[in-house]
Every structure is written in C-alpha cells, then in structure tokens.
C-alpha cells in the first residue's frame, strides 16, 4: 500500500483491469459448490438466491466507493488515517490484515484439497501449495499493475470454459426447475446467506480503488464486476440443476466437475481434468489479489518497504501452517463458516460503519463553522 500520489500514479489499472480484479476475487472455489449448497437449502429455487445475494453486494459495493470518494487519492488505510486519526487506522489496517490473510490461505489450501482430490491424490496438500509459491511471488510483488494484468490473462483465457458446459445441455431437463417457488420464500431466504457470502470479494475495492484511471466510473464499474459473478453464479447453478435431479445433486460436493466429466470426446475422456487444470487460474486469482492486500496491510504495521520479505514470511507461514495442520476437507469446510461470519462484519458492516462516521463527522464539522 503506497504512501504516496506518485506510487498510485506508476501503478495505474484500467477500467477493465478493476472490473476483472473484483470480479475476479469473488470467483473460486465457491462456484464449485455453490450449486450443492443451495440444492442443500432451498432445492432448485436456489438460482432466486443468487440474485437476492447480487442486490446485496450491489448495495454494499456502492457505500464502499462512497467511502473512497472520501480521500480518492488513498486506500481505505489512508481515507480512515486522514478522517478519523492514526489510532482507528491501525485499528481498521489489522482487521483487513487478518481477514485478507485469511481469506487468501483459505482459498490457496482449498485449491490445494482441490488438485489432491481430482487429480493427484497420493501427494501432500502442503507439498501442492509449494508449487504456487513462486508463481504467487512473482505476480505479488509486481505490484497492483501486475495483479491487474493477471486477472485479464486468466479471465480471456478461459472465457471458453461455459460454452464447453453448454454440451451437457443435450442431458438437460427443465422440468426440474418447475414448480417456482414450490417450497416458499423461506428456504430461499434461508440460502440468501450463502450467496450474500459467495460474493465477497468486493471489498478489494477499498484498496484498488486509489489506482484505478477513471475513479468518475468506479460505481458502474463495480456494479459490472458483481453483475459478472451474478452471471457466472446463475450459469454454473442453473446448469447443474437442469442435469441433475433434485435429489441426485446433494450428492455432487463438486457438481460443476462432475458435469463437466460427462463430457467426453474420442481423443479425450476424462475432460474434467483439463477443464479443472484450466480452471487454476480463475482460483489463483481469487487468492493472488487478497494476498497483495494482505501483505500490504502487514508493511504498513511492520517493516516498511520490506515487500518482498513479507511475501516471503507469509508464504511460508501458510505451507507450514498446512504441513503441521494438513487440514481436510471437512476441517476446511468448518474454517470457511467461521471466517463468513468475520467477512459479513468486514465487507458489508464495517464499510457501512465508516461511512456513517464520515458523514456524522462532516455533519459536525459544517455545523461548527
């Protein structure tokens, strides 16, 4: 996180390059099991889900550039430092610390779980990570720019990915899908949750919106990147439940690649692994954008301008931490639902608390003078 103008200046991203690094770190692991989760709760009626969780995030995506338009020239480090003193800054810096810390561990071992499962069962998860040690690195260190220029590669190299999905469409029944609402609103209430939580990853926009070009365009922008998640959500939902029965989905953790192992050709039949090897790179750059801020957040605590070292120490700390813990998938699962309860409080409540603050505290300056 730069102290100064000029930094933000060198390291600007264009507009797409935003709308791809939010979209980009709200899409990962989560669309790999949303549809199960859903199927879990409210049946096939879980697609109305995913658009009630998109109004929300559109909602909260919108008060955290009203926030940024505070101080556009700062990252919510600098825009709280500038309003509301030094003391809450560090306050707010250690929370995003943590939070991005783990949200970018959470992500890296579930890809980790991910690959040992599908394709390489017999090796260590802590021994997978280590091959994304250097490439993390790389990207890390090469700034904001770097990161940008990264979610644009992954996103333009798999954007065939969903017209192969349309394949299965030849097994589909809609019938499926029918009634609406055959339950009630209330089991797709109670999945409006998970959905509000598989949007996360909007808040990332507390830390690039300072090097964006075009800050005139960041609530259009912003709204572009969830409306993309929205899209891929729905897609990848809607496709898995037309497939698969009501019943038979609950039992698919990871319906996407089990409906992708259906496609088959004459020269290739397990097509699931290719789609997954590919599908890396959307994962990557889930977590690759939440380590930046993370360890950005880590120099402005400690040891300043050492970006590389802090690289380093946390990329070390989470393969140890996964080689003496060597959680499962179940013990992952049970981490995830904690931190959403820390994310709801991060990236939708806590954003709303600043700008409440802000706005009291301009209230209170006008009205002296």
């Known amino acids: 996180m730069p102290n100064t103008g000029n930094d ?19 899409v990962g692991v989560g669309a790999i099991e949303m549809p199960t989760v859903l199927a879990e709760i409210s049946g096939t009626d879980g697609w109305i889900a995913i658009i009630l969780g998109w109004i929300g995030s559109v909602l909260a995506s919108l008060v955290i550039i009203q926030v940024m338009k505070k101080y556009p020239n700062g990252t919510i480090i600098q825009v709280v430092r500038h309003h509301l003193g030094k003391g809450f800054s560090t306050v707010v810096t ?3 610390a943590v939070y991005m810390l783990m949200f970018a561990y959470l992500i890296f071992n579930r890809m980790a779980l991910l690959i040992k499962t599908w394709i390489m069962q017999q090796s260590h998860t802590y021994v997978l990570m280590l091959l ?6 790389m990207i890390v260190k090469g700034g904001v720019r770097s990161l940008g220029r990264f ?14 999905l349309l394949y299965v469409l030849k097994d589909a029944h809609w019938i499926y899908l029918l009634p609406v609402l055959k339950e009630g609103w209330m089991p797709v209430w109670h999945s409006v949750s998970s959905t509000i939580l598989s949007f996360l990853g909007f808040e990332s926009a507390l830390f690039f919106y300072p090097y964006l070009e075009n800050k005139k365009s960041a609530s259009a922008n912003i709204i ?3 409306t993309l998640t929205l899209a891929v959500y729905l897609f990848v939902t809607i496709i898995c439940f037309v497939v698969y029965s009501p019943d038979e989905i609950t039992q698919y953790h990871d319906a996407p690649l089990s ?4 496609i088959e050709f004459r020269f290739l039949e397990r097509f699931e692994i290719i789609f997954l090897t590919v599908y890396l790179l959307l994962i990557c750059k889930t977590w690759f954008p939440a380590f930046h801020i993370a360890v950005q957040c880590g120099e ?14 946390l990329l070390a700390g989470m393969v140890m931490v996964t080689y003496i813990w ?3 998938w179940r013990q992952s699962r049970e981490w995830v639902k904690l931190f959403n309860q820390y994310g709801v409080g991060t990236a939708y409540l806590l954003p709303l608390c600043l700008w409440g603050l802000l706005i009291v505290r301009n209230w209170m300056a006008r009205w002296r003078n």
């Open 132 to 137: 994304f040690v250097v490439p993390a690195y």
């Open 8 to 26: 933000y200046e060198n390291n600007k991203i264009t507009r797409m390059q935003f709308i791809f690094l939010i979209h980009g770190m709200q």
């Open 259 to 262: 409906v992708a192992k259906i």
């Open 224 to 226: 572009i990147a969830n």
């Open 94 to 96: 250690v929370i995003y």
């Open 151 to 164: 979610a644009e590669v992954a996103i333009l190299s798999t954007v065939w990915m969903p017209f192969v």
């Open 326 to 328: 060597d959680p499962s």
């Open 300 to 313: 402005q605590l400690l040891a300043k301008g050492k970006t590389h070292l802090h690289i380093i120490v």
